[in-house]
């Protein structure tokens, strides 16, 4: 069954410290990987996304991300976190665009905390 | 820069009631979609909607829902009788529909609590 798993609930790392938020899925084939954030009360902004090439993609605010094939990742990093990065990252996907439109399924979502 | 507006921010209401939260999405996009999040709980996937239909739907909007594009602006989703389970934050979101796929733009959402 298609599924997204972000393993961790809640992370906390000291302002400055590197950062990396892991994101798994299950399916046959590469399907279209998202990062969302969420500040409290604040809707989704999408960080940044792969459909295909280059498996580093650079998104918003200093975040980029790695798709590994051979282990069905989409690891969102980040080498020096700031106060404001605070907030919950959900980790989205597309499975199948086919002819719908592309649904997304999201994972439970990681809780970051920064630490001053 | 252009953005998915929803109303009311906040919407309190009796189980059994019917609601109505409206999304504004942006001018020239062509698919519409909403999600909900229950309070601690990921985000799960409503319905999509593209010229004038649904195009999916998911096991959870069952006949209580219902969505409708009424003025070429605004997107709507309507519960006819509301239970407590149906309290979450629901989330409108819109995509331009080019050609290939692109991503979900997402409104602020609007929490509805039903007591």
């Known amino acids: 069954a298609q599924s997204v798993t972000q393993p961790d609930i809640h992370i906390t790392v000291s302002e400055g410290a590197s950062l990396e938020l892991r994101c798994n899925y299950s399916?046959?084939?590469?399907?279209?990987l998202f990062w969302y954030v969420q500040s409290p009360g604040q809707g989704l902004q999408l960080l940044l996304k792969y459909f295909s090439g280059d498996t580093l993609v650079q998104g918003i605010k200093g975040f980029e991300a790695e798709f590994k094939r051979s282990q069905s990742s989409f690891n969102l990093r980040k080498p020096s976190v700031h106060w404001s990065d605070a907030a919950e990252y959900f980790c989205a996907v597309v499975f199948d665009r086919g002819s719908t439109l592309g649904r997304l399924y999201f994972g439970r979502g990681t809780q970051l905390t920064v630490w001053p | 820069e252009p953005e998915v507006t929803q109303t009311p921010s906040h919407q309190v209401t009796q189980m059994g009631q019917e609601v109505i939260l409206r999304c504004v999405p942006i001018s020239n996009h062509l698919y519409f979609y909403w999600y909900r999040q229950i309070l601690g709980q990921k985000v799960e996937f409503l319905v999509s909607?593209?010229?004038?239909?649904?195009?999916?739907k998911s096991e959870i909007f069952d006949d209580q829902f219902s969505v409708e594009r009424p003025d070429g602006s605004n997107f709507t989703l309507k519960i006819r009788s509301t239970k407590l389970e149906d309290s979450a934050m629901y989330f409108c979101a819109s995509e331009v529909g080019l050609a290939g796929y692109n991503e979900q733009f997402f409104g602020p959402g609007t929490r509805l609590t039903v007591l």
């Open positions: 909607f593209y010229n004038n239909e649904i195009s999916e």
């Open positions: 399916y046959g084939a590469t399907p279209y």
